[in-house]
T-cell receptor
Framework: GESVGLHLPTLSVQEGDNSIINCAYS??????FIWYKQESGKGPQFIID?????DKRQGQRVTVLLNKTVKHLSLQIAATQPGDSAVYFC???????????FGKGTTLSVSS | GAVVSQHPSRVICKSGTSVKIECRSL??????MFWYRQFPKQSLMLMAT?????????EQGVEKDKFLINHASLTLSTLTVTSAHPEDSSFYIC??????????????FGNGTRLTVT
């Protein structure tokens, strides 16, 4: 079935660098996307979301970019900190009343 | 707001026994709860969708008689793994969507239950 995927399984950065995590989705009907952060042994934690009528949304230190033409989503983390080390998932909501579909996850490792 | 509590956080059981996992919405009414399973270094896979007061809808390949879901109230859903086997060992996570919320709103997740079947 259709699913959301991620390009890179791991990303290693130095503290203070900017991080970019990418995601490709396949369901062109999806119009709502979310990035989650998951730390070891915990449930996913909401980071930021975006609707398809937008191409960019900013939060605190995070920015999500959406390119509907190529069905690509990215999460940018500014001034990455060791506490940002976790697995990051993008997720799409294909419709009302349906569950989120998760991508494969990217493990972000931040070294001091 | 929008806190989802899951209990227990860890459970170890013997093969053949049953285990119940609870998922509670603490500060909102959850008309729909979703149960996911996550194997190590993998993504979350949807197991079933649970609507309050009705039977759960299971994803293809998920045995409804093995994974019993009850959503009897707007704040509680339970997942019972019956006759557990070692291959059922996994991280089970619930999420909930609140009554009246648009589908364009983020789901909130519990902190998961690590099930180990010996």
């Amino acid at each position: 079935g259709e699913s959301v995927g991620l390009h890179l399984p791991t990303l290693s950065v130095q503290e203070g660098d900017n991080s970019i995590i990418n995601c490709a989705y396949s369901n062109s009907a999806s119009d709502y996307f979310i990035w989650y952060k998951q730390e070891s042994g915990k449930g996913p934690q909401f980071i930021i979301d975006i609707r398809s009528n937008m191409d960019k949304r900013q939060g605190q230190r995070v920015t999500v970019l959406l390119n509907k033409t190529v069905k690509h989503l990215s999460l940018q983390i500014a001034a990455t900190q060791p506490g940002d080390s976790a697995v990051y998932f993008c997720a799409e909501n294909p419709g009302a009343g349906t569950a989120l579909i998760f991508g494969k996850g990217t493990t972000l490792s931040v070294s001091s | 707001g929008a806190v989802v509590s899951q209990h227990p956080s860890r459970v170890i059981c013997k093969s053949g026994t049953s285990v119940k996992i609870e998922c509670r919405s603490l500060d909102f009414q959850a008309t729909t709860m979703f149960w996911y399973r996550q194997f190590p270094k993998q993504s979350l896979m949807l197991m079933a969708t649970s609507n309050e007061g009705s039977k759960a809808t299971y994803e293809q390949g998920v045995e409804k008689d093995k994974f019993l879901i009850n959503h009897a109230s707007l704040t509680l859903s339970t997942l019972t793994v019956t006759s557990a086997h070692p291959e059922d060992s996994s991280f089970y996570i619930c999420s909930a969507s609140s009554k009246g919320s648009s589908y364009n709103s983020p789901l909130h997740f519990g902190n998961g239950t690590r099930l180990t079947v010996t």
